[in-house]
């Protein structure tokens, strides 16, 4: 019978027919949320489960628009869209092509629905207002910068900050954690979890920001009938879910019962350094790293950015201070361990700009080339352009050998902390490196341009350019670009280490620098102003499974309006140099607050001279003899006593250098010891 050979005839020409009229794919739209300053990602799985083909083919995502490829099956994008304002603040869309075996497509779109997220605040207490980011990549919101000084100008002087670290584990990997703008994603909000979920993000996606007089409010009030907290010491984040993994402790406060647990409702408040203060909690370890491509270290990081309002002292009021601390919460121990702050500074108009390093004072700054800042431009400073740095006041702790280091010598105790201060093995490290890179890389050679993968950011907290070079004295620090030698850890250092050499090692700098009044600065090199930014680092240091490490750092602004164009980097040293005796009181973290009001003397109570070495006097206005009591930063009771009306002396000889807080009844003054 021919039947047989006639219906698969007809099957043959029906799979012709068929082959012949493919029909298309039909990718249907896919909805995902997401949150300002976080990566949404998109799998295969995902995209495909609500797709089909007509025919039966097999379909696959041929690609997804304005995602970054992370690997086969899965896409990711930062959502940097602006400020959320609602419940959900916008939506965004970006298409993805959907193919099947034959080779047709479809449009198919991924509509991303913005939550929004308490996120960012401002400290603003002193003269400068700036914008503090809860994982760590401070000063801007992913668009535009917000470290406005002074305050109220719409002048900016920095225009992005953030933390690198990086170590070797036992086997010798490199682990890092490394951000720059945040074109992908090393750090993510809140304390390291089991669970990341939409609850986890918008409980821990956010800072806490809160002063003294708001924290004296709430520890008087507490039990009042009808007394509600404000939102940041109600939510106050002392404490983790443990059965999620999450530390314990996080942001400290004042136990009352001690029973570990934050209740503001039974008096519990916040503990902050400064008179207004920013909380924020951030880790490394919650997903792969796209922006260094570096392996994760397991690092959870509490932090707290502070101000003082102190409005007669210009130091002070012109200073952002910052404390870290980094909790290694991997089963490894890190050894040649790095802490990095890259700083990206810009002095109003970011194109006309000088960089260098201050070895003595542990600083790296950024003043203008030239004798006038920008063009006329609204958030340029024009004349007398000023000057801002960024000081690394004590990182890790030195490893203990029993006695008091003295300070002053060289090595760590050049720029440490704590080094003379009669205490034994509270030694802190300070800044052992600063490299700059440029923004404009027209005409810089490969190798010293900013960093792309985990290597080139570990090469260069430790002075190392991109080719693997070690940076050396003279012109650019390499050899193809006017270095002399011999190999140095601090580029630009001017004249801040002469009697030391600390950056060389003790050996002199080819080429004549560092005597006869010729110094290595961004000018002598020849350099044309530029849009600078660096990264000053600590290291290197152990750093154990379960080890915790503080950093301490600060921000100082300074503007001289009386002598040469560059007479404001001479200013900023000058705050600098008085800075120095009083950062371990300023960096203090107060055990209680003591109930010390904030009322103001209004010259009730005169005192001179100071800051002080060993004596004050202070002039008492009141008619009668008043109690007072003298405490020091973290609420101590250092003495107490009576003053008479007219003039009294108070011995502070025998003091620690710091400030401490003179109460007479409702009046407070502060006073500063020094020498």
Sequence with gaps: MKIPAIISCLFLVLALNSMGQNNYPVAVNDT???????????????LLRNDYDPDGDSIYINAVNGFQRINDTTWERLLIEGYPIGPYDSIISNPYFLKDQNGGIDLGKIIIRIRSAARYDSLDVNNINALISPFGNHFWNLKDSHFEVPKGSGKKAVFSQSLWMGGMDEGGSL??????????????????????????????????KVDKEEIRFHSRNWNTPGYVPIDAIKYWPGNGDVSLGQSQ?????????????????N?????????????????????????????????????MAYEYDLPDDSTLYNTLFMHYDIINLSAHNYNNTYLGLFGDFEIGYANDDYIGSDVTNGMMYEYNGTAVDGTGQPWAYGVNPPAIDLKIIGGPLLPPDGIDNPAGACGYSLNGLNFGDGI???????????????????????????????????????????????????????????????????????????ICNYGTNGVLPNGGFNRNGYYWTDSTALNAPEDRRGVASVGPFSFTAGESVPLDYCLTFA????????????????????????????????????????????????IYPNPATNHVFV??????????????????????????????????????????????GMYIARIVKIG
């Design 32 to 46: 995902v949320s997401g949150f300002i300053g976080y990566p949404v990602q998109v799998t295969s799985s995902f």
């Design 249 to 265: 402790q996080i942001a400290p406060f004042y136990d009352v019962n001690a029973d570990g647990i934050y209740d503001p409702l």
């Design 559 to 606: 503007r001289d309006y009386s002598r040469s164009s560059t007479s404001s980097v001479n200013l900023l040293r000058e705050r600098n140099a008085e800075l120095k005796p009083l950062l371990s009181s300023l960096v203090a973290l107060p055990s209680t607050y003591n109930g010390i009001e904030e009322n103001k003397c209004d010259n009730i109570l005169k």
């Design 619 to 664: 002039e008492s206005d009141l008619n009668h003899k008043t109690a007072y009591q003298l405490y020091d930063l973290t609420g101590k009771l250092i003495t107490s006593g009576y003053l008479l009306p007219g003039k009294n002396t108070l011995n502070i000889s025998h003091f620690q250098n710091g400030v401490y807080i003179l109460k007479c």
């Design 175 to 208: 682990s890092l954690a490394a951000e720059r703008y945040r074109s992908g994603t090393d750090y993510w909000t809140g304390p390291i979890s089991y669970v990341y979920d939409s609850s986890y993000t918008l409980k821990w996606n956010r800072v806490w």
């Design 424 to 498: 034994a093995d509270n030694e802190r490290m300070g800044m052992t490196n600063f490299v700059y890179t440029n923004n404009n890389s027209s005409g810089i050679p490969w190798y010293m341009t900013d960093p792309a993968i985990a290597p080139e950011y570990y090469a260069l907290m430790r002075s190392i350019w991109n080719d693997g070079t070690h940076m050396i004295y003279g012109g650019n620090g390499h050899i193809s670009s006017g270095g002399l030698g011999p190999e140095c850890n601090f580029m630009f250092p001017g004249n801040s280490d002469t």
């Design 267 to 303: 008096g519990d408040y916040p503990l902050i350094r400064g008179d207004q203060a920013i909380f924020f909690i951030f880790n490394d370890a919650r997903s792969i790293h796209t922006e260094s491509k570096g392996q994760p270290l397991g690092i959870e990081i509490h932090g």
